[in-house]
């Protein structure tokens, strides 16, 4: 186990990370290396602890008086319930006339250019991940969720991968009403799995699973939109490298007395190149702004939701639109999600392709080195890649 924890299930759990103190063991150490390693130790264990306190608060639903951290000060949707904005009539795209091209394939990439230029988030259909799969995904992770703190808290982290809640970039930012359990996925070789969970002792056999089956959706999908802008079908893996780089985001959304003032993931929009999202079957909360106004994205238990990331609006030189999203909390019931991004590899040079500039339509973006470890305070500070990108 990575962290030794101290405490008991009445206390407040203070956490150690072993790792961090074989200096103990070499009397030749010095003083400054002793003092570094001191912070680290104890800023790793105010960062658990601050987690842990997030975690009290958020199972604290019992009254309205919610700590400030987590209220936007102007409301939510203007004060008003956010599940009475109108549902988006979102596109679906049938994802069998790409696999198994038939007389109606031009119809469904025009159909798929359309909607990625207009809404920049579609609902896939007929994707290749079986139902009886996707129930899976959703079910190990409601196990785990269920499992007792202590074995939760294994797969903690305040890095990128692991259990935990996203850092803010600054003491005033509005906490999210969630936290996550984010795990890369593809490729095998970069996998941590001293982060994936032991428990349900099928979680890793189910997230492989599916993580391979995302892996080859991927694929079809940036090939088909290449294929709808008239351009080389592999020319956008080209950009992004290979093979895929590929992670899961677990989202635990709990029951929230306040979702007029709270949410459980701000207003973004993904600095990735495409989202696949599998929502709960049963609980909606994600929302898209268009023109200004947003709205209600619909379950369809099967289907996906795939969203277009900054990175390919870069790419497709604005043809395909980024949008901008949030997730809203229930008052009553929690939810779960899991977010499966893709991203290109860290310092490949992402710009328009050539088949989409010209006198007509100049460059809209700069060339741009990807580095991943940018996107955060991207999304922590409301900012976004593409109008930084923009020329």
């Known amino acids: 186990m990575l962290y030794t924890l101290i405490g008991n299930s009445s206390t407040p759990f203070a956490i150690c990370q072993c790792a961090w103190f074989p200096w103990k063991l070499h009397n030749r150490t010095s003083s400054s ?13 105010a960062a658990a602890n601050s987690f842990m306190d997030s975690l009290t608060e958020l199972a604290a639903v019992g009254g309205e008086n919610l700590p400030a951290k987590y209220i936007h000060p102007d409301g939510i949707n203007g004060g008003k319930d956010p599940f009475l904005l109108p549902f988006i009539d979102i596109p679906v795209i049938d994802v069998g006339h790409f696999t198994n091209p038939s007389t109606d394939t031009g119809k469904e990439l025009e159909k798929l250019r ?28 409601k196990q785990f969720l269920a499992l007792p703190t202590e074995q939760k808290l294994e797969c903690w982290t305040e890095g990128f991968q692991g259990y935990g809640s996203d850092p803010l970039v600054t003491d005033v930012m509005v ?8 795990l890369i996925t593809c490729p095998e070789e970069m996998r941590q799995m001293k982060y994936w969970p032991e428990n349900p002792k099928n979680f890793k056999e189910v ?6 089956k995302l892996q080859v959706l991927h694929d079809v999908m940036l090939k088909a939109m290449a294929k709808s802008l008239k351009l080389d079908e592999s020319v956008f893996l080209r950009m992004i490298g290979e093979p895929v780089i590929m992670s899961a985001r677990f989202n635990f959304y709990p029951p929230c007395p306040r979702p007029d003032q709270v949410l459980g993931l701000k207003p973004h929009s993904d600095g990735t190149v495409i989202t696949f999202l599998l ?16 709205f209600r994205v619909p379950v369809i238990p099967d289907a996906l939701v795939l969203n277009a990331g900054e990175h390919l609006e870069i790419m497709s030189n604005g043809e395909f639109k980024s949008p901008i999203h949030r997730a809203v909390v229930n008052s009553e019931r929690k939810r779960i999600s899991l977010a499966a991004p893709s991203i290109p590899h860290d310092g490949n040079e992402i710009e328009p392709v050539e088949g989409l500039v010209s006198e007509e339509r100049p460059r809209l973006f700069r060339k741009m080195k990807y580095n991943g470890r940018t996107h955060l305070r991207y999304y922590q500070s409301g900012r976004r890649v593409v109008d930084d990108a923009r020329i």
Do not use: M, P
């Open 33 to 45: 290396q002793v003092a570094s390693h001191s912070r680290a130790a104890a800023a790793a264990a």
């Open 114 to 141: 359309a909607a990625l230029s207009s809404y920049g988030c579609i609902l896939i259909i007929n994707h290749g991940v079986e139902s009886l799969l996707l129930d899976k995904v959703r079910t190990v992770f």
């Open 175 to 182: 906490h999210d009403w969630s936290h996550r359990l984010r």
């Open 207 to 212: 997230l492989h699973e599916y993580s391979t």
């Open 279 to 294: 929502q709960d079957k049963e609980v909606e909360g994600l929302q898209v702004l268009k023109d200004g106004q947003w």
